[in-house]
């Protein structure tokens, strides 16, 4: 499948630099870095590796299930939130998906995939990108089986409210439409799993969630992402998944929630003082329309004809800095790019760096 | 997927024994353990969890490459073979599927799930297993666009040489057939990659191969197969794959071919030991009927109508030994085991026991 996201080793082959020497601002990860209880369990576990991965997962579905209060039988694991997305599809099978854009690429590289027609949402400039529900709802059309939404969303850094997913979720409900909430993001937003919709998992039969252990905990490497569905639905996905997609390694590491409370919290640390930071001296540069961010990301929109996004990206790698050129996020177009709120030090040479060239 | 094979952690919980504390005979994986050179990349490389693993596996691919001498082009890599066979038939879409059995249960639960028909081909006892490709090619019938072969083969431990699989090539290619060759243990037999189909890949446009790093490496927890074909249909399987199924840990360890020499020369000795082995000592006991193995594992008939598979699984299972009870193989029943060649203390304990219980 194509990749539309940063591939840093391009970018640092290209540069004829080690992928270490880039300060990667296009992969929206904690900069906190991987909690050192992963790395142990990592070190601890290599001797392991002789043994086939437990395909049910079983230690890491309890670990879920104690973290979010849900039902063993809710959870599905997978190779990252990818082959959770592509596993619900596939059971689910729906004649179209109707996706708000812009979001996230792979939703729409998975959908065509498998062959399930697409229908896009134009998310609006002048409402900052964020999704009205009321008017999403008008624009659900007779074949629409499925609502896929990202929240907070990627690229935009919007966030809708529980509220706000319910409404839907009970209208679409009514027409027998599932809707998808990709919760990528969740902990890295004010709030973390205050603003998730997975205490309601009970009350709709409709409603499919996305998580991963991706951008929280920094191991997208490490491939781990899950989904919380009704009971019949994840027993469909676990009998279509390839047995053993979840190596050893990330089978072991649920333990990462109960061990990890500090790092949680100094996660929400630095998300509350450097979100608000790098919004507030981004938005001072010239020729830059900076999106309020909800999460540890921000879209920029450059003001000045004489810039793209393209030459943008050329001019920072010079810097040996990656930013995310946004044009090819469906309804985006040159005039965007996105950046990953990092750690102060990072976030300085950024800031720094877009001064200098100028937006 | 339902496991059809043996799952350590599931009779660890049953036995409330920790899963280092069984001998598992159950998975054929080589004895000699993780190369040190896998550990050690690893190890140096939690750190790098942090960035997306290469969608394209590039240095991976050259490696693979270079141990082969084959075209990078003609190389897919994957989440252990299973992605390879799964995809390899999602983008060949075959009418039917052609699968001599006992093999592999992966294959049937793959096919079956993709929707493809599948004929079998009963292997007959009384020729050992050993697949006759004539009499296959006579059972051909007009549907099959594809035939699947694991040589060497699972569970019987058979090996066609590459003049037999040649001759099935010839046939297959005149009637549009492909011919997908599973090589997962092919470095587990005497004589290693000269029993290998590879180097015939550019003559034939109708086969594939699959690989692992799996069974050779002993490393079945970290997921790592590939695919040899035709670049065209090889190209088409990029496509369809997720991007990331393969982590960074596995994307990151094909120097083991180079840097390993000695571990292999260490596996062709003690394979040489210790298959002959084996076969002698379980030969000798009585109400045991022995195929002779060809690979690092050996399927075993039992004679003694007292005892069944499932019966002689749970007594082994008492003394702290995993067994595979073969029952479950399409075309075999409960009168077979299948056990792995191991190290010689571990094969000593099993042989032991095997005595002491009786066949």
Sequence with gaps: MEIHGGNIYKEAKYLGLSVDEILDFSANINPLGIPESIKRNISLNINNLVNYPDPNCTELKNDISNYLNIDEESIIIGNGASEIIYLFLRILNP??????????SEYTNITKQLGIDIEYFNLNESDEFKLDINSLIKNISEDTEAILICNPNN??????????????????GKKNIYVIIDEAFIELT???????????????????????????????????????????????????????????FACSIGNVFLEEKEYLDRTCEWLIKEKEWIYEHLSKINDLKVFVPKTNFVL????????????????????????????????????????????????????????????
């Design 155 to 172: 690229p935009t850094s919007t966030l809708l409210s529980r509220e706000e997913i319910e409404a839907l979720i009970e209208y679409a």
């Design 95 to 104: 004649k179209k998906v109707l996706i708000p854009v812009p979001s996230f």
């Design 190 to 248: 004010m709030g973390s799993n205050n603003n998730s919709i997975v205490g309601y998992m009970n009350k709709y039969s409709n409603l499919f969630i996305i998580r991963a252990f991706t951008k929280i905990f920094a191991i997208p490497g490490l491939r781990l992402g899950y989904g919380i569905g009704e009971r019949q639905a994840v027993k469909k996905m676990w009998d279509k998944k390839l047995p053993w997609s979840v190596n050893n």
């Design 300 to 359: 920029i929109k450059l003001l000045n004809p004489n810039v793209n996004s393209r030459i943008l990206k050329e001019k920072m790698l010079k810097r040996n800095i990656l930013i995310r050129d946004a044009s090819n996020f469906v309804s985006l177009d040159e005039r965007f790019i996105r950046i990953a709120v990092k750690d102060r030090d990072s976030n300085i040479r950024l800031v720094k760096a877009l001064q200098e060239i100028g937006g």
